[in-house]
């Protein structure tokens, strides 16, 4: 007996993920720019060296405290207006915050920005991934969501390439006109049909965020959080910091962020795309999630006990590290798959930012434990931390692949 052919791909689904990964892929190559800019753009706004460290973390913990704000924002109202009106706003704040980020002359002006910019890119994901997840039919949703997942992680390519041609004050300027460009084009999406079809009913209760208090949505929740720890554990530490790490491991030469940043990309860029291929070939978003895990957790552990070798040795373990680690959109869709139509953008807003809002402990617990077990016996004790909280949650996930999405949570379980 002959198989059915798969669904066809619509224009304006076409349309929807053409918009929801050009956006995307703007949304990264901010937050990847921040991470090359980070030494540079701090000494031409007067920083001694000795604070260039501390100031930059204080900067990058406003922007992952801005997202931790932005998702519950952007995603509730991603439920309550819509997933399309989610999608453009945020491109819209986090593009003009980009902008202005190349005009700044003062630190305090810099921080206000980047926990603005911060707010504005946290909605960009969960929308997109939501729309996507929704009009797509159930059979190849891990396709349309890793398209969009690898067309914005290599946003983090772009970044790293411009950063290192122009001055950072020009590298901020084309990433916010691209974003506004993108507002302009918007290439004709539209809004999802099982969104439309609760949008207009009274006894749907839309972006209410009691309904994941429940016992049984919160431990899902969580699962969710902490199964993407280590994505920003790798980003927060191993590649942002690579220059301060690869001092520590006595490298032969200086690690320069800009090419850390690069090579972490072009590695990300392929495992999220890799990662929801396995994900289709195995039809299993967990298994996906657990190979990619391993994987991370033993490039990570190469790199971190590579003392005394070259810099060669960390970009090079680098792009497999981001391979492993970018099982991003993976998570993202499963967490969209968890839960119903009615807090869907909620789940898929928050959970995503929250995972990035792990920066902060992260770098804190980094920072509280430097002056005891020296930068790498940090960095060291908490990846462990991170793992293991990853192999919690994964445990914890059911498993979502091929599922029906047409659904509402209500009290006591969903309809």
Known sequence: MESSPAPRISKPLRAAILVAALGYFVDVYDIALFSIVRKESLKDLGLPDA?????????????????LLGGILWGVLG???????VLFGSIFVYSVANLLNAFVTDVPTYALLRLVAGIGLAGEIGAGITLVSEIMPKERRGLGTSIVATVGVSGAVAAAVVGHVVHWRTAYIIGGVGGLLLLLL????????????????PNVRRGDLRLL?????????????????PMYFFIGLVVTLSPEIGKALNLTEEVNAADAVLFYSIGVTLGDLGSGLVSQALKSRRRAIGWFL??????????LFGEGRSATYYYALLAPGGFFIGYWCVLVTTAAEQFGT???????????????????????????LRPHLGAVGAVQAVGIVCFALAAIGLYGLRETFGSDLDYVEVDGGRK
């Open 294 to 303: 391993a994987g991370a957790a033993v490039v990570t552990a190469a790199i």
């Open 342 to 368: 009615n807090v869907r953008s909620t789940v898929a807003a928050t959970v995503p930012n929250f995972v990035r809002g792990m920066t902060i402990p992260i770098t804190a617990g980094f920072m509280a």
């Open 213 to 229: 208090f429940d016992r049984s949505r919160a431990k899902r929740y969580l699962a969710c959080v902490m199964t993407g720890v």
């Open 186 to 201: 918007r290439f004709g999406a539209r809004e999802s049909g099982m969104f439309d079809a609760v949008k207009h009913d």
């Open 79 to 85: 439920d309550k207006w819509g997933r399309l009106e």
């Open 51 to 67: 604070e260039i460290l501390s100031q930059g973390i204080y900067l990058l913990d406003l922007q992952m405290a801005g997202m």
